[in-house]
C-alpha cells in the first residue's frame, strides 16, 4: 500500500491526510490487547495520565509497528530511505478529557520540524504517523488542525482556536501529518476511550527528543531494518534504512 497522487496532493496542501485500512482487523486488535495487557489505571484530565510513553518496550506488537509497510511508504516520501524513528507514544483519552492546545505550525521556523516542497517532492522533518485503534467520530473530539497551516507565513494569532477543524478516523486509518501544522487535541466526546498510538519520525539527519530514550530498545530482538530506523541522527554516518 502506498500514497495515491490524491492523497500526495492533500498531505501537500492540508499538511496532513488519512489513509484509510492501513491496518487489518488482527493487527487493530493485536495492538489494542497489547495496551490492555498493560494494566494502567483509567486516564485522567493531566496529559501525562494520557501519554504511554517507551512504547517500543512494552510489546511486539507496537515494535512490529515501526516498520510497517504502509508507513515505509509514507516515510519514503517525505524523507526517502535517510529516516528514523524520533519517538513513540500511545494515547488513551477519557470521555470529556482535553490534550494539547493549539500547538505547532511554520511559523517561527524550526528546523526539526519544517515542511517544504522541493523539485516536485514534499520535505519535511518531524512527521507523525497516528494508527487510530478505536473510531474517532465526526463531532468526537480527538485529533484537530487548521489545514494548511504548515505553509502559513505568519504565527499563529489571537482567535486561530476558531479554524480548527476535527479529523475523523476509523479503527485502523493511518492518521499522517508534519508537525509544521498547528494541531490540537478536541475535547473527547467518542464513546468509550479513545486510543491511537502515534510514531514520529525525523530525517536521518535531525532529532526533536534525546536519542538516549531509544537506547534500550536496541536490546530487543530486532530486525536489521528496524535498528537502522533507532539509529542516532547523523550526517556523514546514518545508513540508509533500504
Same mark, same amino acid.
Request: glycine share 12%.
Given at each position: 500500500?502506498?500514497?495515491?497522487?490524491?492523497?500526495?496532493?492533500?498531505?501537500?496542501?492540508?499538511?496532513?491526510?488519512? @489513509?484509510?485500512?492501513?491496518?487489518?482487523?488482527?493487527?487493530?486488535?493485536?495492538?489494542?490487547?497489547?495496551?490492555?495487557?498493560?494494566?494502567?489505571?483509567?486516564?485522567?484530565?493531566?496529559?501525562?495520565?494520557?501519554?504511554?510513553?517507551?512504547?517500543?518496550?512494552?510489546?511486539?506488537?507496537?515494535?512490529?509497528?515501526?516498520?510497517?509497510?504502509?508507513?515505509?511508504? @509514507?516515510?519514503?516520501?517525505?524523507?526517502?530511505?535517510?529516516?528514523?524513528?524520533?519517538?513513540?507514544?500511545?494515547?488513551?483519552?477519557?470521555?470529556?478529557?482535553?490534550?494539547?492546545?493549539?500547538?505547532?505550525?511554520?511559523?517561527?521556523?524550526?528546523?526539526?520540524?519544517?515542511?517544504?516542497?522541493?523539485?516536485?517532492?514534499?520535505?519535511?522533518?518531524?512527521?507523525?504517523?497516528?494508527?487510530?485503534?478505536?473510531?474517532?467520530?465526526?463531532?468526537?473530539?480527538?485529533?484537530?488542525?487548521?489545514?494548511?497551516?504548515?505553509?502559513?507565513?505568519?504565527?499563529?494569532?489571537?482567535?486561530?482556536?476558531?479554524?480548527?477543524?476535527?479529523?475523523?478516523?476509523?479503527?485502523?486509518? &493511518?492518521?499522517?501529518?508534519?508537525?509544521?501544522?498547528?494541531?490540537?487535541?478536541?475535547?473527547?466526546?467518542?464513546?468509550?476511550?479513545?486510543?491511537?498510538? &502515534?510514531?514520529?519520525?525525523?530525517?536521518?539527519?535531525?532529532?526533536?527528543?534525546?536519542?538516549?530514550?531509544?537506547?534500550?530498545?536496541?536490546?530487543?530482538?530486532?530486525?536489521?531494518?528496524?535498528?537502522?530506523?533507532?539509529?542516532?541522527?547523523?550526517?556523514?554516518?546514518?545508513?540508509?534504512?533500504?
Amino acid at each position: 500500500m502506498s500514497l495515491t497522487d490524491l492523497q500526495r496532493y492533500e498531505l501537500d496542501v492540508r499538511g496532513f491526510v488519512v @489513509v484509510p485500512g492501513g491496518l487489518d482487523g488482527e493487527e487493530v486488535a493485536a495492538l489494542r490487547d497489547a495496551v490492555g495487557a498493560l494494566d494502567l489505571p483509567p486516564a485522567a484530565d493531566d496529559i501525562w495520565s494520557q501519554r504511554v510513553n517507551d512504547l517500543l518496550l512494552r510489546g511486539q506488537p507496537f515494535v512490529d509497528l515501526l516498520d510497517h509497510p504502509l508507513a515505509l511508504s @509514507v516515510l519514503g516520501e517525505v524523507h526517502g530511505p535517510a529516516t528514523r524513528l524520533d519517538h513513540a507514544y500511545a494515547i488513551r483519552m477519557s470521555p470529556s478529557t482535553a490534550g494539547l492546545g493549539l500547538h505547532g505550525g511554520a511559523v517561527p521556523w524550526d528546523p526539526s520540524q519544517y515542511y517544504v516542497h522541493d523539485r516536485g517532492r514534499p520535505r519535511a522533518g518531524l512527521v507523525t504517523l497516528s494508527w487510530a485503534l478505536v473510531d474517532q467520530p465526526a463531532g468526537g473530539g480527538g485529533f484537530g488542525c487548521i489545514p494548511g497551516s504548515h505553509r502559513a507565513g505568519t504565527g499563529l494569532p489571537a482567535g486561530a482556536e476558531a479554524l480548527v477543524v476535527e479529523v475523523p478516523v476509523h479503527a485502523g486509518d &493511518l492518521l499522517v501529518f508534519t508537525e509544521a501544522l498547528a494541531h490540537c487535541t478536541v475535547p473527547w466526546r467518542g464513546p468509550g476511550e479513545r486510543l491511537a498510538v &502515534l510514531y514520529k519520525y525525523s530525517p536521518g539527519s535531525s532529532a526533536w527528543s534525546d536519542w538516549e530514550h531509544l537506547r534500550p530498545v536496541l536490546d530487543l530482538p530486532l530486525t536489521d531494518r528496524q535498528r537502522r530506523l533507532l539509529q542516532p541522527p547523523s550526517v556523514g554516518y546514518f545508513q540508509p534504512v533500504w
